[in-house]
């Protein structure tokens, strides 16, 4: 169980701009932190400076409590699963959960034994005859998690390793992950595009866009409160409904449908972040404006519903149940207004709340 | 941070960036390593000879090859006032001209016979494959014994064709285009097997999607199968007329370059100046001519086939 | 297609399969004809006997010359293979400054006409000693661009990930090269190894200027000697001698032909 520090790590491949811009993190020893951020946003980059297959190219990584910069991969005490994998084609299940064992001088007795328990507590104890490629899709990734655990490295890295499974599989092998980490104790350093994964799964995580820490913290803390509006619309599912909105003598003007009291916030354009499960229907007493639906999706357990703001801005609420609406059919809707967050319109960042606000009026 | 800790830590990332700069330097020594036993190899019977040859060109050797004194650009000069010389170039071009376009069609229709997805096509695509088995050696007696005057098949058919009998490899007007024809059957297997493979690249859903269109055959042919396959022609043509260019065994087996050196190729006349005659001044002129021919050719390929070229 | 294109297209097909097969076809029938028939002319065989390839083995030691041209073959394909994949590895898998030149260089050999460098070969070689013999035969063609080329496009099929999965397992490059790529490029290797053998089995020019010895000859060049010493009288004898030459290489192709054909493509057209 080893910590992970990353100290204004920056990368770049030759003249090009950077890939990272100066990442900082504190990586507990045990714990499972997810990297979550879009394509391109160096998430896999970082991953691959931790692991050695990449050169740092200012800053300092940390592992345990030595400096890695320079270190080769195999001495820094860790194991990768890739997402593809990486089974070699021509060994076998057994060989390749074995493989590379021998160079950390493992007597080939313990390597079998190793390789039967990490078989076992993957269920792939049948297969071990077998070549990869007579292996569904699902029991490779087993493998590639068995030749991870068989090395009984303190860190674990792993890239996307379920992006290559169909949707429930992907469920399952999620929490079988999260299992096996808490009972090995080891530390995960786990990097995805998918921000239900990241949500799921993590301890903490950390969201990265364009080579820049946008957040780090726990799933709940950083859903609840997103620190700038590209954290607002990546985490969550449907998005946080973001809209241009402007601030007038102490009063919230949203779309010209809803008038809210804000205290503390200077006069002028600021983005106004609504989570979908935020607007709800309108007979809890709150004030409501009247809106027309554009679209309807039933999911069996809630509804989302998608309507016109003003324009052609959609807003989409999320409703618990089954909800039967006609496209073009008017509902009346409010907004729970704890729940709104504001940005800035300029930066995106958060404008912290500093007093209450009150739903005043509501204007038709 | 404590002074002598702060040093410490300097002194650790000192040591690293040398470790990084080390590994570096090893990673560079190891490739060369890999790469050794090709690096000495090519530079002992490649770019040492190539030297050697251009430096031979510019002197007078004795018989072993041994320079004796400076020629200067002697040897290049009676090259190009030797009538023999001007006779070999103009065999080797017309060699090449005789078996280059002609074998690659040749080929071509072949290849383009044996794409389609018919019932027993594999044992036509390795018949028409099997000249890339055939040595030149086996290839050129057979084909000497077909020629042979009296007893070979090609003049039992042209007799039976009602036509007069040709005395192929011995007549200079017919020599050289025997040479040809032989040399088109020998060298058609690499390129149908090339092209081939080339044809079974492209994407059969272009063809479907014509045929949805309702274009016919040929139109498809035009318009999908040969943009699709310039790559390869290209790849193909080169190789050929490089190929062309270095024609030695036919010649030796079939013609020793005559009758009257109508059939002197290039290579063939570098051999019989160095091996038979003991000229390696003139040979070495000669080699460094074919050197340059071959590296215009090459060029001049990637020029036009940079335009031409179709890449997927 | 309509029944009448196939039968069109499979009429084509036959008629160039006997015009190409032809050459081939001929020379294993005047291997089997009696002397006098083939003075006459004949095509088909009036009986098939064995007596010209009797005759020939007992005129040249031609069971000398395949096994020097087998030998001399083996080798440079073995050569050539290792060579080649060696070059190929450190040019996919070890990144180092310069490589891309030094790739460059290799692949610009492929212009230089072996031809033009033939004299001082002949001259180095003789130097070292290695006239008639194997290694004089051989070690000059163990480099190879087109092999390097050509396995360089199949490793740099073979995913990044496993390379990078054997050095956080802190396997050695060597030992990657020999317990990973080269298993999984079996059949590429393989390929390769054909085409190699074919070449050398077929090669002539250098066989003739290095060797003047009936013990390293190879069979080409005992080809030529036979055509040119039997030429008037005895052309069933050469030709028997041709379908000894012919027949491995004829089989080793009929059975790799798709294989030989795909790795050839794949190496050509990226």
């Known amino acids: 169980m080893k910590a992970v520090q990353l100290k204004d790590i920056r990368k770049s491949y030759g003249q090009n701009p950077e890939v990272l811009k100066g990442i900082n993190a504190a990586i507990e020893p045990g714990e499972f932190f997810v990297l979550v951020g879009p394509s391109g946003c160096g998430k896999s980059t970082m991953l691959r400076i931790i692991a050695g297959l990449e050169e740092v190219s200012e800053g300092e990584l940390i592992i345990g409590s030595e400096t890695a910069n320079r270190l080769r991969p195999n001495e820094r005490d860790l194991s990768m699963v890739f997402q593809n994998y990486a089974l070699f084609p021509h060994l076998t299940v057994e060989q390749n959960i074995m493989f590379g064992l021998h160079v950390k001088k493992i007597a080939k007795s313990e390597q079998i034994k190793r390789c039967k328990e990490a078989a076992e507590m993957l269920g792939i104890s049948d297969y071990l005859m077998r070549k990869p490629k007579e292996l569904s899709g699902g029991q490779r990734q087993r493998v590639a998690l068995a030749r991870a655990i068989v090395t009984h490295a303190p860190i674990c890295l792993m890239d996307e390793p379920l992006s290559n499974l169909d949707a429930k599989l992907r469920a399952r092998m999620r929490s079988e992950i999260r299992q096996i980490q808490r009972k090995l104790g080891i530390t995960m350093i786990y990097v995805t595009h998918d921000q239900t994964e990241a949500m799921t799964m993590a301890d903490r995580m950390m969201i990265l866009n364009h080579g820049e820490v946008q957040q780090v913290g726990k799933p709940l803390d950083i859903y609840n409160n997103p620190q700038n509006t590209f954290v607002a619309s990546f985490i969550g599912s449907p998005p946080m409904n973001l809209t241009a909105a402007h601030v007038n003598k102490g009063k919230l003007q949203i779309a010209n449908k809803w008038n809210i009291k804000v205290d503390g916030y200077q006069d002028g354009e600021v983005i106004i972040g609504v989570r979908p499960e935020a607007i709800l229907p309108a007979n809890e007493g709150l004030p409501a404006a009247d809106v027309k639906v554009a679209n309807v999706e039933v999911l069996g357990t809630e509804t989302l519903v998608s309507f016109e703001l003003e324009g052609n801005k959609q807003w989409i609420a999320k409703w618990p149940g089954q909800w039967s609406a006609e496209i073009g059919e008017i509902l009346q809707v409010s907004v729970d207004h704890n729940k709104i967050e504001l940005f800035d319109a300029v930066t995106g960042e958060r404008l912290e709340k500093t007093h209450s606000k009150k739903v005043l009026e509501v204007v038709l | 941070m404590s002074l002598p800790q702060a040093q410490q830590e300097t002194q650790s ?128 007696v057979i084909w000497m014994f077909m020629y042979n005057p009296a007893i070979g098949i090609a003049n039992r058919f042209l007799t039976w064709a009602g036509l007069s009998e040709i005395q192929w490899l011995l007549d200079p007007g017919w020599a050289l285009i025997s040479v040809s024809i032989a040399t088109i059957w020998m060298n058609t297997g690499f390129t149908f097997m090339i092209l081939l493979g080339g044809l079974q690249n492209i994407d059969s859903q272009l063809y479907e999607s014509a045929k949805i269109a309702g274009v016919s055959r040929f139109y498809s042919l035009r318009k999908i199968t040969l943009p699709m396959l310039s790559p390869t022609l290209f790849f193909v043509i080169t190789v050929s007329m490089i190929n062309a260019f270095q024609t030695f065994g036919q010649i030796d087996i079939l013609t020793k370059g005559g009758p009257m050196e109508t059939t002197n190729v290039i290579v063939y006349a570098i051999y019989k100046d160095a091996f038979i005659n003991y000229n390696v001044g003139s040979a070495s002129a000669q080699a460094v001519l074919l050197f340059f021919g071959i590296l215009i050719v090459t060029l001049i390929q990637f020029k036009l086939g940079e335009r031409k070229v179709h890449y997927q | 297609m309509s029944w009448g294109q196939k039968l069109f297209t499979y009429a084509l097909l036959l008629i160039a399969a006997a015009i190409m097969f032809f050459p081939i076809i001929y020379a294993f029938l005047i291997s089997f004809m009696q002397g006098g028939e083939v003075l006459q002319g004949n095509l088909w065989p009036e009986e098939f006997t064995l007596a010209n390839y009797i005759n020939a083995f007992e005129k040249v030691p031609l069971l000398t010359y395949l096994f020097n041209s087998l030998i001399v073959s083996f080798l440079i394909m073995l050569g050539q293979v290792i060579f080649s994949s060696l070059a190929a590895f450190a040019f996919v898998f070890i990144p180092f400054k310069g490589r891309n030149v030094l790739f460059f260089i290799f692949i610009s050999t492929m212009m230089i006409p072996w031809e033009a460098t033939m004299v001082p070969n002949f001259q180095t070689v003789q130097m070292l000693g290695w006239l008639n013999s194997y290694t004089g035969l051989t070690v000059p063609f163990f480099a190879m661009a087109f092999g390097t080329f050509l396995l360089r496009q199949q490793f740099k099929t073979i995913p990044k990930e496993l390379y990078e999965a054997s050095q956080v397992a802190g396997i050695s490059n060597f030992r990657f090269f020999r317990s990973v790529v080269m298993p999984v490029s079996k059949t590429s290797l393989v390929t390769l190894g054909m085409y190699c053998f074919l070449t050398a089995w077929n090669m002539y020019l250098w066989p003739l200027l290095v060797t003047n010895d009936e013990q390293v000859r190879t069979v080409q060049i005992g080809l030529k000697q036979m055509q040119s010493q039997e030429i008037s009288t005895e052309w069933g004898v050469v030709m028997a001698g041709v379908v000894m030459v012919i027949l491995p290489t004829l089989l080793l192709l009929f059975l790799g032909q798709k294989r030989l054909q795909e790795g050839l493509t794949k190496g050509a057209l990226k």
Do not use: C
């Open chain 2, 13 to 140: 990332f000192v040591k690293q960036r040398w470790l990084g700069n080390s590994r570096r330097f090893a990673s560079l020594l190891e490739g060369l390593l890999y790469l050794l036993p090709s690096i000495l190899l090519f530079t002992v019977f490649l770019f040492y000879p190539l030297m050697k040859t251009l430096y031979l060109s510019f002197f007078y050797s004795d018989a072993q090859g041994v320079p004796l004194s400076f020629a200067g650009f002697d040897h290049f000069v009676q090259l190009f006032s030797s009538s023999s010389f001007m006779t070999s170039m103009k065999a080797t071009l017309l060699f090449v001209l005789y078996t280059v376009p002609p074998g690659i069609i040749l080929a071509l229709a072949l290849a383009l016979l044996a794409n389609e997805k018919l019932r027993g096509i594999g044992f036509f695509r390795t018949i028409f494959s099997s000249t890339m088995g055939m040595s030149v050696a086996a290839s050129s």
